[in-house]
């Protein structure tokens, strides 16, 4: 049995990197997902995993008339959206401030924060709806989300992850991804590596699951000590 069964979820940014992994591993745990990516190849690779539990859908997490017809289709083909994985993000090349350009700003700020305000207006009121969104899952959402929609058993957390081997070490660091680099950055990691994309897959089955029933509001840092 597993420990999400019967459960369907939406996941954004689910062509690669850590949005792939936790469509797999979701469906490993019996959940339905709709697989969201506004990269064709990629969001269809993924689905093809598993075509009986996997199923594509493109979006732009920008448009709020894409997150409409991504609901749309959430509940046609699956009846129900119990867990939303706002994943999808971007980012630019870490560097001064002073040399992010304004059209990188507004990318960041719309991808990373307009596009989790579009996707929770858009999941929220179905949920509340059915009277059953205990499950619901909104990953790099606030705590004011969670003490608003706790009274209607709606669950919201944030995942914080370490950076990965999933191609973005450039971008977050502002370095080479090279042996030598990669080791300085380790340094200041107390357990010693850099994030894998399994480890963040874990923390969301969990967060997801019925062992996380009574768990809202937390900004869980997935990354090895980093932090501290």
């Known amino acids: 049995m597993g420990r999400l069964d019967g459960k369907v979820a939406i996941v954004t940014g689910a062509g690669s990197g850590f949005g792939a992994g936790i469509s797999k591993r979701f469906a490993a745990e019996g959940c339905k997902v709709l697989v969201c990516d506004i990269n064709n190849t990629g969001g269809e690779a993924t689905a093809a995993t598993s075509p009986s539990t996997l199923s594509f859908h493109k979006m732009d997490v920008t448009k709020s008339a894409d997150w409409k017809s991504t609901l749309s289709t959430c509940l046609e083909k699956f009846g129900r959206c119990d867990i939303l994985v706002n994943n999808a993000g971007w980012s630019y090349t870490n560097k001064p401030t002073t040399d992010v350009t304004e059209e990188e700003f507004e ?67 502002g370095m080479q991804d090279t042996p030598e680099n990669r080791q300085k950055f380790i340094g200041n990691v107390p357990m010693g590596r850099i994030g894998e994309v399994e480890d963040v897959v874990n923390a969301c089955v ?23």
Request: glycine share 14%.
């Open 107 to 173: 990318r960041v700020f719309d991808v990373n924060v307009k596009g989790v305000y579009l996707g929770c207006n858009a999941w929220v009121n179905q949920a509340i709806e059915r009277k059953e969104g205990g499950k619901g899952a909104v990953w790099n959402a606030t705590k004011g989300l969670a003490a608003e929609y706790g009274q209607h058993q709606i669950r919201v957390n944030s995942i914080c992850p370490l950076v990965t081997g999933t191609g973005l070490f450039s971008a977050f660091t």
């Open 206 to 228: 969990f967060m997801a699951s019925e062992e996380a029933k009574f768990i809202t509001g937390v900004n869980l840092e997935v990354d090895g000590g980093r932090c501290i």
